[in-house]
């Protein structure tokens, strides 16, 4: 009996060609899972990293504003270091304005109103130092410190009495 020829066209895949393309498919998706993870994870950092520098340069700013037209500074005393600012400004019906580190916050309070932290709960100060120079030949200055996730910030303002 002879063997007949079918002249029909197989059409479609092969087993091995699904397997190697179903690999390739899982390669592809995998790298870009692995991609995306990535951009999120670092967003989400970048997110903190702002958080915290806008909370820092509002801390910073709101020392500056109670330094602008002190009359008196009662605490650090001059020529030294305190970890506590308290002054009193010119024509502020809320003296003493007072800074200072509780916990891991820094607090503001304006005379007998309650004491109210600076920054979110997510930023956590580990110490903050106000150094106070008099000087008969250069006007006073207060130099402020603080540190954040090890890392310190520092600033300096004259003060003009």
């Known amino acids: ?24 498919v899982a390669i592809v998706i995998g790298g870009s899972l692995g991609a995306v993870y990535q951009i999120i994870s670092s967003s989400e950092k970048l997110n903190g990293t702002i958080i915290r520098e806008q909370e820092i ?15 008196v500074v009662s605490s650090p005393p001059e020529n030294a270091t305190s970890s506590i600012l308290s002054v009193s400004k010119q ?7 007072v800074f200072q580190l509780s916990g891991d916050a ?11 932290p600076l920054h979110s709960n997510i930023m956590q100060v580990e110490n903050l130092n106000f150094s106070y ?28 009495k």
């Open 133 to 160: 120079e008099v000087t008969t030949t250069t006007p006073n200055f207060l130099t402020v410190r603080f540190t954040v996730s090890g890392r310190e910030y520092k600033t300096k303002t004259y003060i003009q």
């Open 57 to 71: 340069r509002f801390i910073m700013d709101k020392i500056n504003w109670a330094l602008t037209d002190v009359s």
């Open 91 to 97: 024509s502020f019906s809320q003296n003493p304005i």
């Open 1 to 24: 009996m002879p063997i007949k020829k079918s002249n029909r066209v197989h059409k479609g895949f092969t087993i091995i060609e699904l397997v190697i393309y179903s690999a390739l």
């Open 106 to 116: 820094i607090t503001l309070q304006q005379g007998a109103n309650p004491t109210l």
